[in-house]
């Protein structure tokens, strides 16, 4: 078989043959260095790749993790301002319905409504008796009982107040699945006038927190505080119909991550394609495998190479040279820049790619480094001084003496990644990698995170994260308008700083019931003082910032830090001590009179009672509240103006009624009480309650 015909795994095999004929013919010491001069260059190889792909692999699994988390905090914030969009829309169709007094129709839907376009939001309305009798989108509506909805119970057993989010449901009007999202609409007097209901479309909601930078493959939770997974995105319509056995998070064969909703009781959980993924990283992967491969084969040939010289025959000399052929045919197919140099700096040996380089064009064999460099610096900047360039060219020669890895740019702008290898002998092997793809990669995952910065500053709370020593890590921008100071005059100091000396203890009891149960969250309220000197009152909620694994505890020796959400609530805390105030002096006016008073509902049932009567009756105020007034031996009130009370249309006056009992004091005394009934209606004109003196 001639060299020419022989192929590069004929060739590998050719020279193992070779080296063995050598080990055991009299061939000296020389070939047996060179035997084990070549296994130790493959191993070094071996050893190189598997560290490269290995480091690749980490650095791929760790940003994907990164990604994941990143991914689902943005949904959990794209989900919040669509609830709190809505929640301000069902706030605006409470006022309308209750301008309405609860008679709502298609076109008060119609008017309230001011719900995002996108969003594909459907209002609806549930009357006092639990039926469905108007939709913003069907003109007109028969009539529809929701009482068995799991969304409209709650409201009517007044277990919830404000905005409420329900399991999705199939509408039963338009046949969609939808999450529903209720509020209660009550009188002035606190009488239920009916529920309104907006549908958020399940698969419009999907596309809208599905759009996040995820792929075909990935997948998108939306579950509620107790783990169970409400929406799975994209193939929702068949998760609603059966349980989802696990959450998405939890599931080893993704790649997940969770983030809670701000203000809501829902999660956002999201899985990443490993497979998708490994896709996307087995091309580099493959590239290396495939240098190592081929640098084995370079090792392999020159080897043989080696063998043939010191046999000393023309024949073989003359199938090294063929060799050498194959294994610069092999260089020049590696998509890398390749050099080699000997131990005096000069370049022995390059391949097609590296030729085409910008350094690479600049040198020929034979030629040192030096030279080299010193030749690109005239080309690159003809009309500069040399000296000014020294330090970038003592630079490059100390990086080639020490070797090792390091990430640049070159002429063309491209990020390459240098790898200087030293060979037996002391000569140099320079393998050079594009990566400017894998740094655009890092670049968007910088702008993914400088849009998640600024979507934290638009939020009207301020966002504060508190490191293990107590101090501020990070303040967003709200602080400034939250606590009256720039996120510069927060970050490094204690929050403490902030408040007003009393409530002091309230920010410690806080931290110790968090370090007791960290997987609670603790809400305290306490006054801020500003530069200025002025106080206001804010609310502060402190939360464990969960590790990167999603564990609920931290685990030992684990450094914690928190995040804390701080709210202005000044006006509303105001609000409410005035209120409290007002009750107290009402209060006083109701004990501190002489009469015995009592307050019964439109049903004569005690309400409330003062001193004075429970005194004169000699029974405590849980003995008398919900009795009727007539089973308390304190007489009744007349039966003739009762009915005419209850019985009167809206708009009439009613009169009070006096009337005398006898009253059984004690068993020897008896008293005759002058009784005085006020009736009082609500603003339909109907008896609410009567005041009795």
């Not at 008398?624 to 009762?642: M, Q, T």
Request: aromatic share 6%; net charge neutral; with cysteine.
């Amino acid at each position: 078989m001639t060299s020419s015909a022989m192929s590069p795994l004929a060739g590998v095999i050719h020279a193992l043959r070779l080296a063995r004929d050598w080990w055991r013919n009299p061939g000296g010491k020389q070939g047996r260095l060179i035997i084990l001069v070549g296994l130790n260059i493959l191993m070094l190889i071996v050893a190189f790749t598997t560290l490269i792909v290995r480091h690749f692999d980490n650095t791929v699994e760790a940003a994907s993790a990164v990604r994941a988390e990143q991914v689902s905090k943005t949904a959990a914030y794209q989900l919040q301002l669509a609830l709190f969009m809505v929640d301000h829309g069902l706030q605006r169709a409470e006022r309308r319905v209750l301008e309405v007094n609860g008679a709502v129709t298609h076109e008060t839907l119609v008017l309230a409504s001011q719900f995002p376009e996108h969003l594909k939001v459907n209002l609806g309305f549930v009357n006092s008796s639990g039926d469905l009798v108007a939709a913003m989108r069907i003109p007109k509506v028969e009539p529809l009982r929701l009482l068995d909805r799991e969304f409209v119970r709650p409201h009517f057993a007044g277990l919830v107040t404000g905005t409420y989010v329900g399991r999705p449901v199939v509408e039963r009007l338009s046949n969609r699945w939808s999450l529903p999202i209720s509020r209660a609409v009550r009188a002035a007097n606190g009488n239920l006038l009916g529920v309104v209901i907006a549908s958020l479309d399940a698969a419009v909601l999907g596309e809208m927190l599905h759009d996040v930078s995820l792929g075909t493959t990935d997948i998108l939770d939306i579950a509620a505080p107790n783990g169970e997974v409400w929406i799975r995105w994209p193939r929702y319509n068949q998760i609603l119909l059966s349980p989802i056995p696990q959450s998405i998070s939890t599931d080893s064969a993704y790649i997940g991550a969770s983030s809670e909703v701000p203000g809501w009781p829902l999660r956002i959980e999201v899985g990443l394609d490993p497979a998708r993924i490994a896709a996307g990283a087995r091309p580099f992967q493959m590239f290396i495998v495939g240098g190592a491969a081929m640098g084995a084969l370079l090792v392999a040939f020159f080897s043989a190479l080696l063998f043939g010289k010191t046999r000393g025959a023309t024949l073989q000399r003359d199938e090294i040279a063929d060799r050498q052929k194959h294994l610069l045919a092999m260089l020049d197919a590696i998509p890398a820049d390749i050099f080699e140099f000997d131990a005096k700096d000069r370049l022995i040996l390059s391949n097609v790619q590296g030729r085409m380089s910008f350094l690479g064009s600049l040198g020929r064999t034979g030629d040192t480094l030096r030279e080299i460099m010193l030749r690109a610096i005239a080309k690159r900047s003809p009309d500069r001084p040399i000296d000014e360039s020294a330090p970038w060219l003592k630079d490059n020669l100390d990086f080639f003496k020490i070797g090792g890895s390091r990430e640049e740019r070159d002429a063309r702008d491209a990020w390459r990644r240098t790898y200087i290898t030293p060979l037996p002998g002391g000569g140099r092997v320079v393998l050079r990698v594009d990566i400017s793809e894998l740094k655009r990669g890092k670049a968007q995952l910088r702008a993914s995170e400088a849009r998640y910065a600024e979507l934290v500053g638009s939020l009207p709370d301020a966002l504060l994260t508190i490191g293990e020593s107590g101090r501020v890590l990070y303040a967003s921008e709200a602080s400034t308008e939250v606590l009256g100071r720039a996120p510069t005059e927060i970050v490094g100091r204690r929050l403490a700083r902030f408040v007003v000396e009393r409530d002091y203890g309230l920010i410690m009891e806080g931290l110790q019931r968090l370090r007791e149960s960290p997987d609670k969250p603790q809400t305290i309220v306490c006054e801020s003082v500003r530069p200025d000197g002025s106080r206001r009152f804010v609310q502060i909620k402190f939360k464990v910032r969960l590790p990167a694994s999603g564990d609920a505890r931290p685990a030992e020796g684990t450094p914690v830090q928190l995040t804390a959400v701080v709210r202005d609530i000044h006006d509303q805390h105001m609000l409410a001590q005035k209120l409290d105030q007002e009750a107290a002096n009402l209060n006083s006016v109701f004990e501190a009179t002489g009469a015995s008073i009592l307050l019964l509902d439109a049903d004569q049932r005690v309400k409330l009672a003062n001193h004075a009567f429970l005194f004169l009756s000699g029974a405590t105020q849980d003995e008398v509240v919900g009795k009727r007034f007539d089973e308390l031996g304190f007489g009744a009130i007349p039966s003739v103006n009762f009915d005419q009370w209850r019985s009167a249309g809206r708009g009439r006056s009613l009169k009070p009624v006096e009337f005398d009992v006898d009253v059984m004091i004690s068993e020897s005394q008896r008293r005759v009480m002058r009784m005085t009934a006020n009736p009082a209606t609500d603003q339909n004109g109907v008896l609410s309650h009567i005041v009795l003196i």
